[in-house]
């Protein structure tokens, strides 16, 4: 079974650009998550999606923002980028049952010049 | 809100000793999971092994295993016979109880602690 799947894995952007990255969860999982990861923050949680419909969301601005389709995928997009955007973006699937493990993606590495 | 903290940002082990990792977290629920997470170089974030709050059996998978003590709040991992391939970061990991089956699955991770296997 093809685990959680990521595009692009790098991409490098000047500020006030935008940015769509893109998820493929496991074949099965219906809900979708996305992490930021910067050495000083941390793994900061940005959204939750399940049936298409935003579920949780964090404490970022409105900049970003984000979509799931009717197959489960995910995109992320972040407007009007900041250098502060620069970090490593993981996304992340689970089942609807059990203890709900998540498994993550290999991220995707935004770096804001 | 909910917390979780790892005091030791970096951890190192000579191979095949064995090394625990600490995790104390902050909630006022009573029903929750913990995690611990691996980040190995490749950046992938795999689980290493899962507690259910209201089991109070600690959990074990193979060469891992926690002191899961709730009254204190803490959630350690050991690592037993270490090898080469558990260098990584590790990362404690805390959630709600599910309210529904798809509900409120954020995690709160802590900073991180970074082992490093001595050959």
């Known amino acids: 079974k093809a685990g959680v799947t990521q595009t692009p894995r790098y991409l490098i952007k000047t500020r006030g650009q935008q940015v769509t990255l893109s998820c493929s969860p496991i074949s099965g999982h219906r809900s979708v998550s996305w992490y930021q990861q910067t050495p000083g923050q941390g793994l900061q949680f940005l959204f939750e999606y399940f049936s298409e419909t935003q579920r949780n969301k964090g404490n970022f601005p409105g900049r970003f923002s984000g979509r799931q389709f009717s197959n489960s995928r995910s995109e992320m997009n972040v407007s009007t980028l900041e250098l502060g955007d620069s970090a490593l973006y993981l996304c992340a699937s689970r089942t609807s049952t059990g203890s709900g493990e998540l498994f993550f993606g290999e991220g995707s590495r935004l770096t804001v010049l | 809100a909910q917390t979780v903290t790892q005091s030791q940002p970096e951890m190192s082990v000579q191979e095949a000793e064995t090394v625990t990792l600490s995790c104390t977290y902050d909630?006022?629920?009573?029903?929750?999971?913990l995690f611990w997470y691996k980040q190995p170089p490749s950046r992938q974030m795999i689980l290493v092994i899962r507690?259910?709050?209201?089991?109070?059996q600690n959990a074990t998978e193979n060469r891992f295993s926690v002191n899961f003590q709730k009254a204190a709040k803490s959630f350690s991992l050991k690592i037993s016979d270490s090898q080469l391939g558990d260098a990584a970061m590790y990362f404690c990991?805390?959630?709600?109880?599910?309210?529904?089956?798809?509900?409120?699955?954020?995690?709160?991770f802590g900073t991180g602690t970074r082992l490093t296997i001595i050959p």
């Open positions: 990991a805390y959630r709600d109880p599910l309210i529904t089956n798809f509900g409120n699955e954020k995690l709160t």
């Open positions: 507690q259910e709050a209201y089991k109070q």
């Open positions: 909630t006022s629920e009573s029903d929750y999971y």
